[in-house]
């Protein structure tokens, strides 16, 4: 039997996603072959289709330079089949011979014989003129973002925030995690090879496998990125107090929460990623209640004293992990979550008891999906109140430019925030209390 093919199988997953709209990670899951490979095939794979992602305007004007007429519709795959071999060449470090022959060893097995010398000329005349020309401008960069999202982050955040936004995207995130106990910082940076961050989070450069790092078995840690794990630090001393965790997968915050020592109720209208969610907190020897329900119906045997809603979204503050999001996503995209933001925001109101906190969090950098949704709420209701975030609260924000703290007192984080770091995810955070 013919040994499964790194490359073949990066074609097949560039495939899924540009061609088939699928998410990245649904691809990987679902991929035939991925899973044959050795692990450091898988890492080739995984880092190779990312890179083509993360890079795709630039590879994509560089591919038509390059043509006296453009692809038909129908050579897909042989477009495909360059944009992995320019990723290599420009962007990987892969040697020229490597990254050209496996391009047109590809639109060979892919029956596009009578191609292979287009895309060997391309790919030669690229190595031939300097891959790094790719890479050389920022007007060549904003390529790598569509229009409809730079011209809402120019709108939102200014030219230049906007410029250090998709910056922070091209590169590939380091690895944060959340400890159970936040005092060891100290004992397990080390073992991790980690720096701990401001934020308190540790960041590890390096890989491996997560489920070979130290302290996984024993439940010392879970994956988190850093912006993430800010919005369960929002309601104090949590001890004893009945706190429900809306759209609560994959339970990273339920875990927070958990630890924290909060009586939660996980909640989440997926079956199958609230099984995760059980495997988490069984490795992390943490408990909730469990709850498979629509958020937007559920109704607590109790009303709640604190309720987190990390409310579905576009996701776009997530894009320097998922850079296929920038490509899958779509204004109306934003305009749908919005609509069911507004409506988890009425329901979790619901469920909270007078006095009690709510914090609102999305992971998306379009303010429809953050400030919008929190201004319409407090206009359309009366009895709750905004309550300011201050640094006191979240130190390891201080001095962050642009400001982490907004004059409203919520939280904004930016991909280009912690930029020399590794970055940080995007996200909008916000607390409320019921009156």
């Not at 892969?94 to 596009?112: I, M």
């Not at 995209?333 to 988890?344: C, G, P, S």
């Amino acid at each position: 039997m013919t040994e499964p093919d790194s490359r073949s199988t990066a074609l097949d997953l560039l495939e899924s996603v540009l061609d088939h709209g699928l998410p990245l990670d649904t691809a990987l899951v679902r991929s035939a072959t991925l899973a044959k490979l050795s692990l450091r095939d898988r890492a080739f794979v995984r880092l190779l289709v990312a890179t083509v992602l993360r890079r795709l305007g630039q590879i994509d004007a560089a591919i038509d330079d390059k043509l006296s007429r453009p692809l038909a519709k129908r050579q897909i795959q042989v477009r495909n089949a360059l944009r992995l071999g320019i990723a290599q060449l420009a962007f990987l470090e892969t040697p020229a011979h490597a990254a050209v022959d496996g391009s047109v060893n590809l639109v060979r097995q892919n029956k596009r014989a009578g191609m292979a010398g287009l895309v060997n000329a391309v790919l030669r005349g690229i190595d031939r003129d300097g891959a790094e020309a790719l890479t050389s401008t920022q007007e060549a960069e904003q390529r790598n973002t569509p229009d409809w999202l730079r011209r809402s982050w120019d709108t939102a955040y200014g030219g230049d925030t906007a410029n250090a936004i998709m910056a922070a995207h091209r590169a590939e995130p380091p690895l944060d995690f959340t400890l159970a106990h936040p005092d060891q910082a100290g004992i397990w940076a080390p073992r991790l090879d980690a720096e701990i961050l401001p934020t308190g989070s540790l960041r590890r450069r390096t890989g491996g496998l997560v489920s070979e790092l130290p302290g996984y078995a024993e439940g010392a840690w879970w994956v988190q990125d850093a912006a993430a794990a800010l919005p369960a630090r929002l309601f104090g001393n949590l001890s004893g107090r009945r706190v429900i965790d809306l759209c609560a997968a994959p339970g990273g915050k339920t875990a927070q929460l958990a630890a924290a020592g909060a009586i939660v109720t996980a909640v989440d209208f997926s079956a199958e990623r609230l099984r995760l969610v059980t495997e988490n907190m069984e490795r992390l020897g943490l408990g909730a209640e469990i709850v498979c329900a629509d958020a937007t119906k559920f109704t607590p045997a109790t009303p709640a004293d604190a309720l987190l809603l990390d409310a579905p979204c576009s996701s776009t503050g997530t894009i320097r992990r998922h850079p296929d999001i920038a490509w899958l996503k779509t204004p109306d995209d934003v305009a749908a979550a919005a609509k069911l933001q507004a409506r988890l925001l009425n329901a979790a109101l619901s469920m909270l008891a007078p006095g009690g906190t709510l914090v609102y969090a999305v992971c998306s950098l379009q303010p429809e999906e953050g400030p919008a949704q929190i201004d319409a709420l407090l206009e359309a209701t009366a009895d709750i109140a905004r309550v300011p975030v201050t640094s006191d609260e979240l130190p390891g924000l201080d001095g962050l430019s642009p400001a982490a703290i907004t004059p409203d007192g919520d939280v904004r984080t930016l991909p280009c925030h912690f930029a020399a770091s590794g970055g940080i995810d995007g996200f909008y955070i916000a607390r409320l209390q019921r009156r």
